[in-house]
């Protein structure tokens, strides 16, 4: 019996497995298609200024609208790009897509408005990740100190000092580095004095909880006392109560995301909310 029940469920698992290799692979096919299929759409979350309760910048998100499947979350797409290289074509896509939209905001409104784009692994490990980043802002004749570059933890643990030549090369040419889900990585403490970084967004795990629980309280409350230490800015990720919002703005965080104030939208809604936000009408 336990024979014959063991063979079952081996036989089981492995075409659960087999099944799910094939989705993926079918899926990565399908991924293929997607930027020469017009798929992908980059989304605008607004970051705004717990203190002024503007806007002061936008996090470039990408979807894609899968026409037989409908839309893929960035977290299923995203690593099979990693994995078979996609990433590169796709961020570049990214990468001028949102360049183009915050050069046109700031010549429509001249708004000073900050737009981050997220970088995974593979892409900022490529060796000329920093010629084509500081190409497209010229290309794109962006003035670079309105670009922000968002990388997690994770990207920067290996091959350190390449890393941080890459980021000093960006900050000379005047872009700012934010760490990503700040808290969740491995060494969230030494790298940050090693690292040429302006901004540490708070990972929403540690914003979930506030302010009552006070696991979460204390950890968030010493990550911003450390962002003061240091003298970086901090961005907290996931803000969806105004509870949260008082917690962070009383604990001296500058910066709040989440679906408080607003989930990501498309560019036309985002552009909704900065004329709201000047009284004046979209052009
Ligand atoms: P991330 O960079 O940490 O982005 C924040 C994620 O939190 C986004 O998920 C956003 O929609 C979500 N979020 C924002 N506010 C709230 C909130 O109040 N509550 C909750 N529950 N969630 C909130 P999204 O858009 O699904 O993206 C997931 C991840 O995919 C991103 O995490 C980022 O790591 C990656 N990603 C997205 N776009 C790109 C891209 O263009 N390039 C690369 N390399 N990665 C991307
Ligand atoms: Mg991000
Ligand atoms: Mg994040
Ligand atoms: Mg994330």
Redesign the pocket.
Known sequence: WAKADGKNTFRYYSRELEDSAHQQEKLMSMLQKALPGHELE??Y?PIMALETRKIVGF?????WHQPELGNI???VF?PL??ASGL?MQ??EW??ET?CLQAKAWQERYASGLIM?????GR?FHHPNIVQNIVNMVNKVGLDARLLNI?L?ESVLMDQSSVMIEKMHMLRQAGLDIAI??FGTGYSSMSYLRQFPINTI?I??SF??GLPDDPEGSAIAQAILALAKTLKLSAVA????TQAQAEFLRANGCEKI????FS??VTADDAERLICQQLGRDMT
């Open positions: 980059l989304y979350q996090e470039a998100l990408l979807r979350r960035p977290d995203i790009a990693e990433i796709i961020g990214v990468l949102a981050n784009v997220n970088f995974s892409q968002e997690t990503d889900d967004k990972d929403r914003i979930k990720e996931g803000v969806e995301q989440g679906y408080l989930p990501p």
